[in-house]
């Protein structure tokens, strides 16, 4: 099974509401970073978190990481319709060494609904 | 700064056939990593590329290869296309800092369709 399990698989808001996804995974890492993937197209990088953090913020975006639960929440506020994607949580793995392998999980579709 | 650049962005190929993607990755960035996306399996890791060497290969067939020339470009070559191998192939680049894998950048993808 995937390393990095998204919960849940699929979310619809309204513009202005407060989006929150969540991300579990199975062993000890260095980092977990999130991407969004708008359809079709590359993924783009929001955010990384380090193993010896807890939270980080960045615009709309924050995340908090939790090792003890092996788990990760990002919440996007004040959602707009551009917002509109697929949301990817990507561990990299402890002890993997610096060779930019990330492992994703399956991804959450967020629907703002205008 | 130009970001990476993948080509083709769409194929159509039969079973049998082979084919050859290529990622140009953003100036300075020295690591090239691929990803295969499927519906049905997500993202899953091909293999990555660090000064023309492959530091780490993920779980595919040997049907799958790469290589890395001295400017960093990559390309990956799938032979004995199958049906299974339709998929959005995603290239990624990155300029290492210590052991930890940082952010990666993301090219459009190359869509390949196995009919």
């Known amino acids: 099974s995937q390393q990095g399990e998204e919960d849940p698989q699929a979310l619809s808001i309204q513009e202005g509401e407060n989006a929150t996804m969540n991300c579990s995974y199975k062993?000890?890492?260095?980092?977990l970073q999130w991407y969004r993937q708008n359809s079709g197209r590359g993924l783009v990088h929001l955010i990384l978190?380090?193993?010896?953090?807890r939270e980080k913020h960045s615009g709309r975006l924050r995340v908090t990481l939790d090792t003890s639960k092996k788990s990760s929440s990002l919440l996007i506020t004040a959602s707009r319709a551009a917002d509109t994607a697929s949301y990817f949580c990507?561990?990299?793995?402890f002890g993997a060494g610096a060779n930019s392998k990330l492992t994703f999980g399956k991804g959450i579709t967020l629907s703002v609904r205008p | 700064k130009a970001g990476v650049t993948q080509t083709p962005r769409y194929l159509i190929k039969t079973r049998g056939q082979q084919v050859t993607l290529s990622c140009s990755p953003i100036?300075?960035?020295?690591?090239v990593s691929w990803y295969q996306q499927t519906p049905g399996q997500g993202l899953q890791f091909l293999f990555e590329?660090?000064?023309?060497?492959?530091?780490n290969k993920g779980n595919f067939p040997g049907r799958f290869s790469g290589r890395q020339f001295s400017n960093s470009r990559s390309e990956m070559n799938v032979s004995t296309l199958e049906l299974g191998d339709s998929a959005l192939y995603l290239c990624a680049s990155t300029r290492p800092k210590g052991a930890d894998t940082g952010e990666l950048f993301f090219g459009e993808g190359s869509r390949l369709t196995v009919l």
């Open positions: 062993t000890s890492i260095n980092n």
């Open positions: 590329y660090f000064s023309e060497t492959q530091r």
């Open positions: 990507a561990t990299d793995l």
């Open positions: 100036s300075g960035h020295r690591s």
């Open positions: 978190i380090r193993s010896n953090e």
